[in-house]
Protein backbone atom coordinates (compact mmCIF):
# COMPACT_ATOMS: atom_id res chain seq x y z
CA UNK A 1 0.00 0.00 0.00
CA UNK A 2 2.78 2.64 0.36
CA UNK A 3 3.65 1.97 -3.02
CA UNK A 4 0.79 3.97 -3.93
CA UNK A 5 1.77 6.72 -1.67
CA UNK A 6 4.84 7.20 -3.22
CA UNK A 7 3.38 7.31 -6.30
CA UNK A 8 0.85 9.48 -5.61
CA UNK A 9 3.04 12.27 -3.92
CA UNK A 10 6.15 11.97 -6.24
CA UNK A 11 4.33 11.57 -9.72
CA UNK A 12 0.99 13.32 -8.69
CA UNK A 13 0.69 15.35 -6.18
CA UNK A 14 4.39 16.55 -5.73
CA UNK A 15 4.58 17.87 -9.55
CA UNK A 16 0.87 20.00 -9.29
CA UNK A 17 2.39 21.85 -5.78
CA UNK A 18 5.72 22.83 -7.53
CA UNK A 19 3.75 23.77 -10.65
CA UNK A 20 1.39 26.19 -8.59
CA UNK A 21 3.97 27.31 -7.02
CA UNK A 22 5.99 28.02 -10.18
CA UNK A 23 2.81 29.85 -11.42
CA UNK A 24 2.04 32.44 -7.96
CA UNK A 25 5.94 33.22 -7.97
CA UNK A 26 6.09 33.95 -11.82
CA UNK A 27 2.96 36.19 -11.47
CA UNK A 28 4.96 37.79 -8.32
CA UNK A 29 7.44 38.87 -10.34
CA UNK A 30 5.72 40.07 -13.48
CA UNK A 31 3.78 42.10 -11.14
CA UNK A 32 5.74 44.47 -9.55
CA UNK A 33 3.60 47.06 -8.17
CA UNK A 34 1.75 43.86 -6.04
CA UNK A 35 2.87 43.99 -2.53
CA UNK A 36 4.13 41.23 -1.18
CA UNK A 37 4.08 40.43 2.72
CA UNK A 38 7.05 37.70 3.20
CA UNK A 39 6.93 36.11 6.58
CA UNK A 40 7.91 33.46 9.25
CA UNK A 41 5.93 30.52 10.72
CA UNK A 42 6.11 28.24 13.12
CA UNK A 43 4.12 25.18 11.90
CA UNK A 44 3.58 22.77 14.41
CA UNK A 45 4.49 19.36 13.00
CA UNK A 46 3.30 15.78 14.11
CA UNK A 47 6.61 13.62 12.55
CA UNK A 48 8.59 11.80 14.99
CA UNK A 49 11.48 10.40 12.48
CA UNK A 50 14.34 12.00 11.63
CA UNK A 51 13.62 10.96 7.57
CA UNK A 52 9.93 12.50 7.94
CA UNK A 53 11.17 15.96 9.22
CA UNK A 54 13.73 15.52 6.23
CA UNK A 55 11.49 14.87 4.04
CA UNK A 56 8.98 17.66 4.86
CA UNK A 57 11.44 20.15 5.01
CA UNK A 58 12.81 19.50 1.97
CA UNK A 59 9.59 19.51 0.24
CA UNK A 60 8.78 23.07 1.64
CA UNK A 61 12.20 24.14 0.56
CA UNK A 62 11.53 22.49 -2.91
CA UNK A 63 8.40 24.89 -3.37
CA UNK A 64 9.13 27.73 -4.98
CA UNK A 65 8.29 30.85 -2.62
CA UNK A 66 8.99 29.20 0.66
CA UNK A 67 12.14 28.13 2.52
CA UNK A 68 12.43 25.62 5.50
CA UNK A 69 14.33 27.79 7.65
CA UNK A 70 14.72 25.59 10.94
CA UNK A 71 13.15 22.74 12.98
CA UNK A 72 12.68 23.30 17.01
CA UNK A 73 14.87 21.37 19.70
CA UNK A 74 11.83 19.43 20.97
CA UNK A 75 11.16 18.95 17.02
CA UNK A 76 7.41 19.91 17.04
CA UNK A 77 7.50 22.80 15.07
CA UNK A 78 9.30 23.48 11.67
CA UNK A 79 9.83 27.45 10.40
CA UNK A 80 9.03 28.39 7.40
CA UNK A 81 9.95 31.81 5.18
CA UNK A 82 7.14 32.36 2.75
CA UNK A 83 7.51 34.97 0.44
CA UNK A 84 3.92 36.34 0.33
CA UNK A 85 2.26 35.61 3.99
CA UNK A 86 -1.67 36.29 3.58
CA UNK A 87 -2.88 33.94 6.14
CA UNK A 88 -0.29 32.39 8.12
CA UNK A 89 -3.11 29.94 9.62
CA UNK A 90 -4.03 28.69 6.15
CA UNK A 91 -0.84 28.84 5.06
CA UNK A 92 0.04 26.39 8.25
CA UNK A 93 -2.82 23.99 7.45
CA UNK A 94 -1.79 24.46 3.77
CA UNK A 95 1.52 22.56 4.88
CA UNK A 96 -0.16 20.22 7.15
CA UNK A 97 -2.84 18.72 4.50
CA UNK A 98 -0.54 19.21 1.47
CA UNK A 99 2.85 17.89 2.30
CA UNK A 100 2.92 16.94 6.41
CA UNK A 101 -0.39 14.26 6.36
CA UNK A 102 0.86 12.41 3.09
CA UNK A 103 4.67 12.20 4.73
CA UNK A 104 3.13 10.18 7.40
CA UNK A 105 1.33 7.84 4.88
CA UNK A 106 4.61 6.93 3.64
CA UNK A 107 6.28 6.03 7.33
CA UNK A 108 7.63 9.72 8.53
Not at 59 to 88: A, N, Q, W, Y
Amino acid sequence: MKLFYWIHYLFIFFPIELIKSNLEVAYAVLTPKRSLKPGIVAVPIELKTDWGIAMLANSITLTPGTITLDVSLDRKKIFVHCMSLEDPQSFVEAIKDNFEAKIKRLGG
